[in-house]
Antibody
């Protein structure tokens, strides 16, 4: 069974760095890409970036200067790091396998 | 970026009725391989998005055949026949043909 699960802190202070982990099961990261998508409260979906199965990455240009995605295939984990957080980064963060399978999401609040 | 324009923004429908949601893209969604990577998602209240339809008209696993997708190039439609109570939520179209991936702004379906 394909599963994805996000984990990370629920609260981050402004200007700090967000670190999230997506742990997957039921498939290999070397066979499928994993994307990060976020959703501010009450708003729509925004694509953030992708870890391709081959190990390369691509980012939304609006976030590229602040965003980094990496992985550990031995642990079946994909990592998201985003620095210089602001209140507008408050959102539910999802990892998804090409939109076909989604994690439960993790709510991240940026506040002092 | 490809802009996905969804209409209407909201719908109120009685159980058993049929509804259609439109999604128009600012560019053709036909990829170089000849396939069209237009998908429909449903986000039920408090839940992660779930993919209903992929590549315009293919039903996702376990999705009832009350859902159907049509369209080509830049103009797409999701139809729900015989709406049931469990269909309420926000419907999104999404394209994965071009980078960055982009989503429509959503159509909120309410049950009368």
């Amino acid at each position: 069974e394909v599963q994805l699960k996000e984990s990370g802190p629920g609260l981050v202070q402004p200007s700090q760095t967000l670190s999230l982990t997506c742990t997957v099961s039921g498939f290999s990261l070397t066979d499928y890409s994993v994307h990060w998508v976020r959703q501010p409260p009450g708003k729509g979906l925004e694509w953030m970036g992708v870890m391709w199965s081959g190990g390369s990455t691509a980012y939304n240009s609006a976030l590229k200067s602040r965003l980094s995605i990496s992985r550990d295939t031995s642990k079946s984990q994909v990592f998201l790091k985003m620095n210089s957080l602001q209140t507008e980064d408050t959102a539910i963060y999802y990892c998804t396998r090409v939109l076909g399978f989604w994690g439960q999401g993790v709510m991240v609040t940026v506040s002092s | 970026d490809v802009v996905m324009t969804q209409t209407p923004p909201s719908l109120s429908v009685a159980i058993g009725q049929s509804v259609s949601i439109s999604c128009k893209s600012s560019q053709s969604l036909v990829y170089s391989d000849g396939k069209t990577y237009l998908h429909w998602l449903l986000q039920s209240p408090g839940r992660s998005p779930k993919r209903l339809i992929y590549q315009v008209s293919n039903l996702g696993s376990g999705v009832p055949d009350r859902f159907s997708g049509t369209g080509s190039q830049k103009d797409f439609t999701l139809k729900i026949s015989r709406v049931e109570a469990e269909d309420l939520g926000v419907y999104y179209c999404a394209q994965t043909t071009h980078f960055p991936l982009t989503f429509g702004s959503g159509t909120k379906l309410e049950i009368k």
